[in-house]
């Protein structure tokens, strides 16, 4: 029998992370954010009163097991002047099953099934009106998930504008895995939204399965600036009740100078360093891998040696 792993996170690292672990023998259960606001899937919320379906289509694409052109049908954007403008074809096709099905699972699972998907995707939520919203250290209240992202602020807090309702699937999922994995991604508008909820938290505090973080690569301007890999690993235990991140994954490839410059410069980003001391002091084990690239000028997780090593994890007993 196949080993269960359950991953909270977004679109972006979530989808990344996915293309290489879909081909390992096991039982993945991906947990998707729907508290986005922005670009298509935040005109596609307001006018069709949805939770945010576009991480949720990154995520369905990745795991996907059909033709490569279909796949960049589903992440295909209308370049248009009409209102059609910046909409991902996969949100529409999500947003017109919702309407079909009524019900965000129901379309999701009914997508997978088209598009050969042999894993599940939940989304931690089907509230249509889930908005994100934080605290910063000016203590300014700031409400949506896309204004977070824009706010050049320090983030002190983030909440939601109402307690979730949790998918009950997400809660069993916790409580069967294997594994728990908390993704890389954007902190606090990806991994946080997903672990702030109650009934997660209230899970995560009932499972003895190990919790597992696969650290960012990256800093990110005005959430993360100046973080070690045991400053991310604190923000998120502080989240949490009684239950702490067990291990977590951090890429120790040494990058080109040019390429590191370039995120300074340019995206003010700097390489997240590995404190190991901090980290024993934690209680956490560090798996530090060479485990980054560099294509197209950006700094990746190499998604196969990321996964390899997760599975590795897996087999130890």
């Known amino acids: 029998m196949n080993k269960k792993v359950i991953i909270l996170g977004g679109g972006t ?6 293309k290489g672990l879909k081909n390992f023998p096991l039982d993945i259960t991906a947990v998707i954010t729907v508290s986005d606001n922005g670009r298509s899937t935040g005109k596609l919320r307001k006018e069709f009163k949805t939770p945010a379906v576009g991480d949720i289509r990154k995520v369905i694409t990745s795991l996907s097991s059909t033709d490569p052109t279909v796949k960049k049908l589903m992440e295909y954007r209308f370049k248009t002047s009409s209102d059609l403008d910046g909409h991902a074809v996969g949100n529409l096709i999500l947003t017109a099953l919702l309407d079909i099905t009524g019900s965000l699972d129901a379309s999701i699972t009914t997508l997978s099934k088209l598009l050969d998907v042999k894993h599940k995707v939940l989304p ?3 509230d249509a009106a889930l908005t994100l919203m934080c605290t910063t250290e000016k203590d300014e ?11 050049p602020q320090k983030i002190k807090k983030i909440f939601y504008k109402e307690e979730p309702n949790v998918t009950p699937e997400v809660i069993a ?3 069967n895995s294997d594994l728990i994995i908390f993704c890389m991604g954007s902190l606090y508008t990806s991994l946080l939204p997903n672990i702030i909820c109650k009934d997660v938290k ?14 960012n690569a990256m800093t990110q301007p005005g959430e993360t600036d100046n973080f070690t890999v045991a400053d991310h690993v604190k923000l998120i235990n502080s989240y ?12 120790n490839t040494k990058i080109d100078k040019k390429i590191i410059e370039k995120y300074e410069t340019e995206e003010t980003k700097e390489p997240v360093i590995i404190d ?18 560099v294509v197209d000028n950006v700094i990746r997780h190499n998604s196969l040696k ?3 090593e997760i599975f590795s994890y897996l087999m130890r007993d």
């Open 13 to 18: 690292g979530m989808s990344y992370l996915l």
């Open 124 to 126: 931690i939520s089907e």
């Open 141 to 151: 209240l700031i409400e949506g998930e896309q204004e977070i992202s824009e706010s």
């Open 173 to 175: 999922a916790i409580k």
């Open 202 to 215: 209230n899970a995560l505090e009932n499972t003895s399965s190990p919790i597992m973080y696969l650290c």
């Open 240 to 251: 949490l009740k009684m239950r702490k991140i067990d291990v977590v994954i951090a890429g």
């Open 276 to 293: 190991k001391e901090e980290l024993d002091k934690l209680n956490v084990e560090l798996i530090a891998i060479d485990t980054l690239s």
């Open 306 to 308: 990321l996964s390899s």
